[in-house]
């Protein structure tokens, strides 16, 4: 109980789909969401898989936990191979689509192939059918969701906009106001020619002992929210509201810790902001959410089943910048479009949501593109026709646009994200601020440096949600971890693992990370058993995540990243902090190479960073381990013969 075991397969070169069952064992190694995904990849895509080619796949699974209303059980998975990093994919998202999947009776969605014409994948429970979107092709997310739902009644969409139909290498997938941003899925699906995908859903799920999941989604209610009595739909109907979103703590960001980047990350600080202040003791600079929310915020349009929702329904009439509804900003483009452009007109900063939004781009890889682009013209690195200068938010409006639609010298140039837009310039790189080709969301790791190895490891690029690594650095204390200095690298190394192999279960299960201090991995032990009946001791759970992320690690391995891929960028380790409270800060790169070291060890990886077979094999993957486990005898990255 507790899944279908039931995986829907389409092929878009020939329309065809199959259903094919789920074994008992992988339903029990890999729980769900990123958990399936992440097996998927591994199984079918290989290193001469173009990331753009009919050879990817889409694979798409609700988490475990989402559908009985467990509080904040609304993630979906998105895997792929990267387009922007060459490696593992993976973007999780509060879909009501994801929902609905489960809810057609279905745990798992792989898309292979590719259309020859504009398609709209549909499942209406056990109908599934491609069919031609001619029409919704050019139109932009909005418009698109609107069209396919007025199309077929009761259906929730996965969209792409412009620029995934343009192949972005940046662009995202729309999910109703909820976005799989990062890695460039929306390429994936505008390559493949998928428009979208529209899902309903009518059956009841499969649960394993309904009376204890109902009884562990009251308490679940009770300490999330305080309060027991709230009936939580798929709507995403929710009584009790998180004030201000994730830019809560914008300010103490910016003004106490330093961490908040700023200039294309040449700083830590938002000085020019604070200096148009009259009195910066008792004002807010104008993109800071305390400032903001009471004027503009009138609705929130929450994900489904969530008790703690974040979002903030951004509403303005008559701007300099035309009408503005779009849901958020939240906190990273707060920074990436705010922040690291020094644009702090929250009016420019929520269109510029809207516009990734409708357009389809990833607001933190856009921002950062837009920021590089920036002081890359001052620099005279290039010169493009466009003017652009740090603040400016009409040339940033501007870009964002010819971005989406590859339009002139600005768009072809970024289209692709900032590391692909220095190496088309010819210059420019060392201001490039990635890992593997992703722009870092927004902890400037010189203030925080815990997250400087948590950008630095992630399989999927430099993220903060792989372990969520900040929530233990900002107040130096999480779970089972206590007294960390975020100004200290050293120590670092167990903490991270053991909090990536938490966060896994998050992504697994489907329970929002925003919950993360609370849930922790005994509660969402209590509610997976509930809901599956495996019965899975603490042990065993953990052991689940830490199984995923190290067949994640192992399919970029495949793909050829080895330890100069955990490496951060130069500004980061050669340039220190001019101002602000984090002030002379940098990362000295020895130190960074001994925690990354001791985290190899921690993970019983080899010292390039690659899974010892031991450790494989420990971890019931002995066909990974056969593939390209590390050996003792002979060294990293020899595989059996």
Request: glycine share 12%.
């Amino acid at each position: 109980m507790g899944y279908w075991k039931r995986a829907l397969e389409v092929d878009l070169s020939t329309g065809e789909h199959e259903t094919r069952d789920l074994s008992e064992e992988f339903v029990a190694r890999y729980l769900g969401g990123a958990g399936f995904t992440t097996k998927v990849l591994y199984d079918e895509v290989g290193p001469e898989t173009d990331p753009l080619g009919p050879g990817n796949v889409l694979a798409v699974a609700p988490g475990t936990l989402v559908g009985p209303s467990v509080p904040t059980g609304s993630k979906t998975a998105f895997g792929f191979k990267s387009p922007l990093t060459g490696g593992y994919g993976k973007s999780l998202v509060g879909a009501k689509m994801g929902d609905q999947l489960k809810r057609a009776g279905y745990d798992l969605l792989v898309v292979r192939g590719a259309a020859d014409e504009p398609s709209l994948l549909v499942i209406e429970d056990d109908e599934v059918r491609v069919e031609s979107a001619d029409d919704l092709w050019g139109m932009d997310t909005y418009e698109a969701g609107a069209a396919i739902k007025a199309r077929h009644e009761g259906v929730r969409t996965a969209v792409i906009g412009p620029a995934g139909e343009n192949r972005s290498k940046i662009s995202m997938i729309e999910c109703e106001d909820r976005q799989a941003g990062r890695g460039g899925p929306g390429a994936v699906m505008g390559s493949k020619k998928l428009k979208g995908i529209a899902v309903r859903g009518s059956k009841d799920l499969p649960i394993a002992n309904p009376e204890a999941l109902k009884e562990l989604n009251h308490e679940w209610r009770l300490e999330t929210t305080g309060r027991g009595d709230i009936e939580i739909t798929g709507t995403g109907d929710a009584s009790v509201d998180v004030q201000y979103g994730t830019g809560e703590a914008l300010d103490v960001k910016n003004t106490e810790l330093g961490i908040f980047p700023t200039r294309n990350w040449q700083s830590s600080y938002f000085k020019k902001a604070y200096d148009r202040l009259d009195d910066p003791d008792n004002e807010r600079i104008d993109i800071d959410p305390r400032k903001w929310t009471e004027t503009n915020v009138q609705t929130k349009r929450p994900c489904p089943y969530c008790t703690k929702p974040c979002s903030q329904f951004y509403e303005a009439e008559d701007t300099e910048y035309g009408d503005v509804a779009v849901d958020g900003p939240e906190y990273e483009t707060q920074y990436a479009l705010g922040g690291n452009v020094e644009v702090d007109d929250i009016d420019a900063v929520a269109k510029a949501n809207e516009l990734c939004d409708r357009l389809g781009l990833d607001t933190i890889d856009a921002g950062n593109a837009v920021a590089w682009a920036m002081e890359a013209q001052e620099r005279g690195v290039v010169d493009v026709d466009e003017d652009l200068a740090f603040g400016d938010a009409n040339a940033m409006l501007d870009a964002l646009e010819k971005m989406a639609h590859a339009e002139g010298e600005l768009g072809e140039l970024l289209k692709d994200g900032h590391l692909a837009a220095a190496r088309k310039a010819g210059g420019g790189e060392e201001f490039a601020v990635h890992v593997k080709g992703m722009a870092p969301a927004g902890f400037e790791a010189r203030g925080i440096k815990g997250m400087g190895l948590a950008f630095g490891v992630s399989p999927r690029g430099a993220d903060h949600l792989t372990s969520c690594f900040y929530a233990l650095e900002m107040g130096g204390s999480f779970w089972e971890f206590e007294n960390y200095d975020r100004r200290s690298m050293q120590g670092k190394a167990l903490a991270m693992k053991a909090m990536e192999d938490l966060m896994a279960l998050y992504d697994m299960t489907g329970v929002c990370k925003f919950t993360r201090g609370l849930t922790l991995a005994e509660g969402l032990l209590e509610l997976t058993n509930a809901m599956t009946g495996f019965e899975m001791s603490l042990s065993e759970f953990l052991t689940a995540g830490e199984r995923v992320y190290n067949l994640s690690k192992a399919f970029n391995v495949r793909e050829g990243f080895g330890r100069e891929d955990d490496m951060l960028p130069p500004r980061l380790t050669d340039e220190q902090i001019p101002d602000g409270p984090s002030e002379g800060a940098s990362i000295d790169r020895d130190e960074y190479e001994r925690e990354l070291d001791r985290y190899y060890v921690a993970r019983g990886w080899s010292p390039e960073g690659v899974p010892m077979r031991e450790t494989l094999h420990e971890l019931d993957l002995p066909d990974v381990a056969a593939e390209l486990g590390a050996s003792n005898e002979t060294g990293p990255l020899v595989a059996d013969d």
